[in-house]
């Protein structure tokens, strides 16, 4: 109850679905006292004893509903909720200023930079990679093969996320090939040399949140918001909403079938424009 209450959720009636995603990342960030974070197990078991709490509670009449049957995408690193927030372009800044590796960069440039759902940065080629071209794709680009219902898509390249790529692809990924005693197709490789992982991706993010809450880059109001690998996809759709792409451009940016899909990151926008003309 302390957790919630330092929410201002005083009473259990008042627990939504919102909370209960916060505190599912909450609990997946929390560093241990010796350091790292829990293991999948203990986080999955703390879940599911929440979960059938609150369960019981609604079947007990105490509840009005169950707010954890609310929560979708319960694997680690995937918890949201369509009402939870999006970073802002300053928290991503403090993510990128407290990198200390190229792969780390990579990571992030994937994610926010090219708008990549993590089974999209996972399945990434060095075949797919383009170090700079012509006209609009002057930086590069990314060609997302198979995206969500086998579509392809060819996504540019910034000039930002071009060099991060171009440094880590000559830098310690060449280590990595050379640790490993293997060549590799994939573009992002683990600490072992092979194809980095849905699961080391979000690992890889919550180790920047985790440092960035630490240096009091952020502070851990950021716990709430969307901090699983998708929500830099979520994040970069929204900005880019935010200076003003139309919601078809960001449709082919991420990769949308219908546009329907982007207009879950308007409501964001929306808000931004209430504060700019003052209502």
């Known amino acids: 109850m302390a957790w919630l209450?330092?929410?201002g959720v005083l009473e259990i009636e008042a627990v939504s679905v919102?909370?209960?995603?916060?505190?599912?990342?909450?609990?997946?960030l929390r560093p241990k006292p010796g350091g790292g974070t829990l293991a999948a197990s203990t986080i999955g078991s703390h879940r599911a004893a929440v979960r059938g709490a609150l369960a019981m509670l609604h079947h007990a009449g105490e509840l009005a509903s169950d707010p954890a049957s609310g929560v979708r995408n319960e694997r680690r690193g995937e918890?949201?909720?369509e009402e939870v927030p999006a970073l802002t372009q300053g928290e991503v800044q403090a993510l990128y200023a407290v990198t200390e590796?190229?792969?780390e960069r990579a990571v992030l440039g994937l994610g926010y930079g090219c708008g990549l759902r993590v089974s999209e940065a996972v399945a990434l080629d060095i075949g797919a990679i383009r170090f700079g071209g012509g006209g609009r794709l002057a930086a590069g680009s990314v060609t997302v093969e198979k995206g969500k219902g086998g579509r392809r898509r060819v996504v540019p390249l910034s000039a930002g996320v071009r060099d991060d790529l171009v440094d880590y692809y000559y830098g310690e990924r060449v280590d990595l090939e050379e640790l490993s005693g293997q060549r590799r197709d994939a573009l992002v490789l683990n600490s072992r040399g092979k194809r980095m992982r849905q699961w080391t991706y979000n690992k890889v993010l919550a180790g920047l949140i985790g440092r960035a809450i630490g240096e009091q880059r952020l502070s851990t109001e950021v716990l709430t918001k969307r901090t699983s690998y998708h929500g830099l996809r979520h994040a970069i759709a929204t900005h880019l909403l935010e200076r003003g792409l139309s919601l078809e451009q960001v449709r082919l940016f991420l990769g949308h079938q219908h546009l329907e899909t982007t207009e879950v990151y308007t409501h964001v926008s929306a808000e931004?424009?209430?504060?700019l003309v003052g209502r």
Do not use: K, M, N, P
């Open 272 to 275: 931004l424009l209430g504060e």
């Open 101 to 103: 590796s190229q792969v």
């Open 18 to 28: 919102d909370d209960v995603a916060a505190y599912w990342r909450y609990i997946e």
């Open 5 to 7: 209450e330092a929410r």
């Open 79 to 81: 918890v949201e909720s």
